[in-house]
Structure formats: C-alpha cells, structure tokens
C-alpha cells in the first residue's frame, strides 16, 4: 500500500542514515560498550587438534593478581545446546568435557580484574593432552560421512541413460577451500546479570535468535533476556549463531556477579565463530551438438565439525539454473576436525556456481559454442522443476545489458589469442542466482505530536543499508520528511525480527514496517472519524493520500491536516501500531519464487612469463527486483564483487594437516583483496518489481559475490589456455 503523492523516497540513491555517526566515531559498535564494575575475559584454546585433555592445572592462574575466576570443564555448568532456529541448529555447549575437536576449541575461560590479568592468568595455566592423529581432509578415510541430511536432493529424468547417449559431455572434479568470513570488527560481548535478567551486547545478526538461545541455555524466559546490537563491525555470516564464546561470557557474568566483557583476538576469529566450508564436486554435463542441454549430473562433499550440523546444499541450483530434462544433485558432507563451518556470504551457491559455470564453459570450448550463447540456448524461462512462470526473472535482460556494455563481441574465442604486450587478456562469463528467501517479520510505528516519527524492529544493520532503507520505507509510508524519520534497530526488545542473512531481510522487514505504518494512519482516521473539525471525517484509507507530514482527501487534494495537528486536538502524544509480514505460500502463488538473478563479466589479465593475475574489469548486471534504494544496492554488490574477487585469487584458510591448526589465522597470512586488487566495477540493475512480494525485492546482499568466482577462472583460461579447476587461483598454477 503507498500512499504518498510526493517526490517518492523509495528507490532514491539517498546518503546513509548512519554515514555522519559512523564517520564521526558516535556509533557504538559491541566492543565499545562497558558497564560499572565489569570484568574482562580471556579465552586458552586448545593446542591439539584431536584427543582429550590429561590435565589441567589451574592453580597458578586462579591465584594469579586480579584474578576472578577460572572456568573449565571441571566447574563448568552441564548446559543444554541452544534452540533450532530457522538456520538449523545451535552449536554445542562449550566445555561439557575433556574431548578436544579441533584445535583452537575453548578449554578454559580466565575472568580478571583488567584484560592485561586475564590474558596473563590464562598463559599461566598448564594443559596436556593424550593427543590423536586429528581428521582434516574430506578424503582421509577414516572421515564419517553424511548423505544430505536436509532432503534438497534432487533428481528428474534418466541421467544415466541420457549421459550413454549424447553426442558431447564434460566432467571434471572442482574443489574450494576454507574461506574465514574475518570482518573488520572483532566479535565482543558484554554480558550484565542484574538478579535474573541478562542484558548483552554482541555481535550478533540476529537479535531475535540471540534472546532465544541465550533463555533457552540458562533457563529463563526470554522476556528476560535482552540483546543489543545497534551496530556490527562487518558480519559475513558469522554472525547468524550464538557461538560458544557467547555462553561462556554470559556465564562468567553469572559466576563472578560481575559484568563480563571479552573481545575476540584476530587468531580466535578464525577459530570461534565459523568459516565457509571446503568443498569437493565432481560434475557431468552432456549436451547435442547444438547445445542443447541434455544431462546434469552434480555430486558435492562438503566439510562440517564433529559434532555440529550447518549444511550447505552445494549442488541444489544446478536442478535449477537451466533447461535441463535429466538432472540428478546429491550434497554430503564429512566430519572433520575443524572449528564450526557457518553462512560465509552467499553460501552453497558461492561454491556451487563456481562449478556449475566453469563446467558450462568447458562445455561451451568442447562444443565450439561461445560460453553466452551457449547459456542462452539453455535459458529456463520456466521452473525447470515444476514448469512454473518464474514470479520475476530478467536474467535474459542481464546476460544482454552485460554484454553490451562489457564488449563482449570484442572477445576473440580462441585461448591465449588477446594480448597486449606482456599481458594476455581473458574474458569470462557467468550466470547467477540466489534462492528466495524470507522469514516472518514484525515491526512497529509510532507518528509523534510533533509530526516526527519513530520505527523500530529487532532486526541488525550489518553495514548493507538496512537503517538508510527502512528509514526510507518509512517515510514513504507514512508521508513523513525523511528527516523527520528515525529508523530504530539492534534491540531484542522490540518486535521480533529474522536475521540480517539470507537475502531475506529487506523484503520481509519493509513489508512489515508498511504493514505497522498503515496501522498508524488508521489509526488517525479512527481519531477523526468523528471529528467535525477534520477535513478528513469519514475517511477510510482508500480515501487519502499522504505527504509532508499530513494527510489529504483524495477527491479534494486541497483539503487535509497535518498529523501534529490532529494529535494535538485530540490531547495525544503519539500513535503507535504494530505490523507484520508473513512470506507467500508457494502453493497458493501458482508461480515459482525467483529470486535475484545476474550475469557476470570478467576481464582478466596474466603475465605471460610470471603468472601474474589482474582482475581488470568487472561487469554485473544484476535483477534484484525492486531496488528500494540504488547506491546502497550497488555498495551492495560491489562490496560482494570484492569478496568474489577474494574467493577466485586470494583466501584460502590453511589447515596443518598433522596437528589440525590454521596456520594463516592472521590477516598478515590470510589474503584479502585491498585497493590495488579491486577492478573497475561496473554495477547496472535491470528487471521488474517480484510479483511474489509486496514490495517486489528480491534482495542483492548475497548475488553479488556468486559467479565471480567462476567468470574469473573462465577468464583465466580464454586467456592462458590453462583450466583451473581449484581455488584461489593462483600463479603457481600458471607456471
């Protein structure tokens, strides 16, 4: 419902609400939050990467100076696991036992009087260990492994048969590693026991889920429980669980009678709060001569912990992404002796896509078929699974607008036929998507009798624009000046929100904020129902329009009032209303849920004597729907490029294989992209509102990372000549 006949807010590149306290050092991040009297705390991590603890002496750190408390799994309380949330389930309790899984697993937490005495006390304390031989790699045979425990397998037709019989197929074996999510913020919490009710600060994606888990592990009700996360130093992911740090800093506050405050060390961020996990695919794709495609055949092995049960189901868009009538996908996983994997920006289909569209280029070199051509032969106008129309889909448009503005046609076909002096030029191309999305939502508004208004949800602010775009929903709504606006969020308190994850955020939390400023503006048409002094009398809805600040009559524009003055006549300081948003029931939409679409275009450049590679240029053009705000979508996507970038050159978490220890746990070691790294990007939006939603979003936090990856190795071999089927691509490849 819109209701606005002014300039409209919605889909204005608008500044970032947040910009000037950002930028100013006023915005508080979890690490910047203290309370009277707290603690700090430390954590010792395990040195082994496998087999149990022999003994722990403590002696000299409890008696060390400051020291408050050391918690080990010798006075540590037995604690349930934390709830099933919507991402799956919780990690295990910390500290239950003496088993060690990996290396870097919590084995004991030091509370001081300063951070300098915890970190002191904690080198104090002496450990061995009966060590075993730890798991590492999804091949070592000793590894359990899991069929697809969520039932996302998919097959349809006679793959088999139709491999026998066709006239070309590709297979090949494509790996990825290890990527840790390392946001520039340290993860801290800060928990404050007051009788028996818990204030936290954290950082945390999902406020919603923290106040949950965090009432359901020390059993009290979740009215009891309030968690804090106004702003969050960068979350890729990691931020979607209650990590065992979380519990342990929230029982030390409970032990000590003391608040509690830790903050994670870079190193511990590569152990305690999760990673995208390693991943083997071995993929068969057969097509006729012409290139239409006939089979699909993708089976994937992907990493998990020994007792954990994140899943990434790898495969599962290649049942989807084409015309196809024989497909068959099957995802499995293997235990490891690895911290927690967890949600790395855009997960399952950042792994996945880069096999599916690195096979469809090799496929297109067999056939002799440019790589575009080739995926617009086999374009699905319609749900390949079901037949359904696609609630939106302009992949099409994106694959056209991309090529046109990439240069496409420029592309000599034959490998390591561009050159420009040293450098041997590569194109490449990839087609994306990422799944729909969506959780239910609540929010609540509240119009003040100076006019102003205020908008609140529990949900987070990672740093993709939600206090900027719902600030905008809001005024749209409500036709209120957007700095009239505030936009409120970060707090378990007010009405339950999903996780800033998944794509999903957007979409479900501006259909809610619609849904509670529609409540708000009934609400002052019920004050005036029988107000003989309101132009507005009698009014339903459907009767008025609103901007700057009032509301008018739609059949006599000239006539209305302003909200201050309706309040103010009627004695009330604020109107307040709740909304929600539920997502659409497939079955009753008659229409398959789409959601963002794109196609990537990278040029790359190699060193013909060093291996050297430069990503040049990217082009994406991206369908996300209706885009609520254009400059904080395409930071969005470039912010996505870049992580893109990092997957296809640079990150890779190394594990020693003998000990299980990451040996690159620092950003000295883990490579990054920086400034010098980063191409020149090229962002367009194209496509229709979703029919699916109110709003028609789709969401763009994760579509812009998906593809790079394989366009950028596809452009590794136009130019080189070379196929590189593992990540990060590498020069050592090259030579």
Not at 559 to 570: F, K, Q
Not at 630 to 650: C, D, N, P
Request: charged share 20%.
């Amino acid at each position: 419902m819109s209701l606005v006949d002014t300039a409209p807010v919605i889909g204005a590149g608008i500044d970032r609400v947040d910009g000037a306290r950002k930028v100013a050092g006023a915005a508080a991040y979890p690490s910047d939050f203290n309370a009277q009297g707290q603690a700090y705390a430390t954590l010792l991590q395990s040195t082994v990467g496998a087999g149990r603890i022999r003994t722990l002496d403590t002696t000299a750190a409890e008696s060390a100076p400051g020291v408050l408390s050391v918690i080990t799994h010798r006075n540590m309380s037995r604690l349930p696991d934390g709830p099933i949330t919507a991402l799956g389930a919780s990690p295990p309790a910390p500290l239950q036992d003496e088993r060690i899984l990996h290396h870097g697993q919590h084995i004991a937490m030091v509370v001081a009087q300063t951070p300098q005495q915890a970190v002191a006390a904690a080198r104090l304390i002496e450990v061995t260990y009966d060590a075993d031989d730890p798991v590492t790699n999804l091949q070592d045979p000793r590894a359990e492994r899991m069929d697809n425990p969520w039932g996302l397998d998919s097959e349809r037709g006679a793959v088999a048969d139709a491999l026998d019989t066709v006239d070309v197929k590709v297979s090949a074996t494509y790996t990825t590693p290890d990527n840790t999510n390392n946001p520039l913020g340290l993860f801290a919490t800060l928990a404050v026991w007051e009788q028996d009710t818990l204030t936290v600060h954290d950082a945390t994606q999902w406020p919603s889920m923290a106040r949950a888990t965090l009432a359901k592990v020390f059993d009290v009700p979740e009215s009891a429980v309030r968690v804090l996360a106004p702003y969050v130093g960068g979350a890729f992911g990691n931020g979607l669980r209650v990590w065992p740090h979380v519990i342990l800093t929230v029982l030390a506050a409970r032990m000590t009678g003391r608040p509690v405050k830790l903050v994670l060390t870079r190193p511990q961020m590569f152990t305690s709060i999760g990673h995208r996990p390693s991943s083997i695919q071995h993929i068969t794709i057969g097509a006729e001569r012409s290139g239409e495609l006939v089979a699909i055949d993708h089976r994937t092995t992907s990493s998990v912990a020994m007792e954990d049960d994140d899943y990434e189901p790898l495969a599962a868009s290649s049942a989807v992404s084409y015309a196809c009538p024989n497909v068959i996908t099957r995802d499995s996983q293997v235990r490891l002796n690895i911290p927690n994997p967890t949600s790395m920006r855009a997960p399952a289909e950042g792994q996945g896509n880069f096999a599916l569209e690195s096979a469809l280029d090799e496929l297109a070199y067999a056939l002799g078929i440019d790589p575009l051509e080739l995926r617009l032969r086999n374009y699905a106008e319609n749900h390949p699974g079901n037949g359904m129309p696609w609630s939106s889909k302009a992949l099409r448009e994106c694959y056209e607008v991309g090529a046109e503005r990439f240069g496409w046609s420029r592309r000599d076909p034959a490998p390591r036929s561009m050159r420009d002096g040293d450098w041997l030029i590569g194109y490449g191309v990839a087609g994306v998507g990422y799944p729909w999305y969506a959780q239910p939502c609540n929010a609540r508004a509240t119009v003040n009798r100076d006019g102003s208004a205020i908008v609140r949800s529990a949900a987070t602010d990672i740093g993709t624009g939600t206090y900027t775009v719902m600030t905008q929903v809001s005024a749209d709504a409500l036709g209120i000046p957007l700095d009239r606006v505030r936009f409120d969020l970060g707090d378990s308190d007010m009405p339950h929100s999903p996780q800033a994850g998944g794509s999903g955020l957007t979409g479900a939390l501006a259909t809610a904020v619609q849904d509670a400023c529609g409540g708000v503006l009934q609400r002052v048409l019920d004050l005036v129902r029988e107000d003989a002094e309101s132009p507005l009398r009698g009014c339903g809805l459907g009767d008025v329009s609103v901007g700057n600040g009032r509301m008018h009559r739609r059949d006599r524009p000239e006539e209305g009032e302003s909200y201050a003055d309706i309040l103010a006549r009627h004695g009330q300081q604020e109107l307040t209303a709740d909304g929600t948003s539920t997502p659409a029931d497939p079955s009753t939409l008659g229409m398959a849920l789409a959601g963002a679409f794109g196609a990537k275009f990278v040029e790359v450049r190699v060193d013909a004597d060093l291996g050297v590679i430069r990503v040049a240029r990217v082009v994406s053009v991206i369908d996300g729907g209706r885009i609520l705000n254009e400059k904080t979508a395409r930071s969005q996507i470039i912010g996505g490029t870049v992580g893109g970038i990092g997957q296809a050159l640079f990150e890779e978490t190394v594990t020693d294989a003998g000990t299980g220890r990451i040996a690159n746990g620092t950003f000295g070691d883990y490579l990054v992209p920086v400034n010098a790294d980063v191409a020149d990007m090229d962002v367009v939006f194209v496509g229709q509102p979703d029919r699916s939603t109110p709003l028609g979003t789709k969401g763009v936090g994760e579509i812009g990372l998906v593809g790079i990856a394989a366009a950028t190795a596809n452009a590794v071999y136009h130019a080189t000549g070379t196929r590189i089927r593992s990540l990060p691509i590498t020069l050592d490849h090259l030579l």
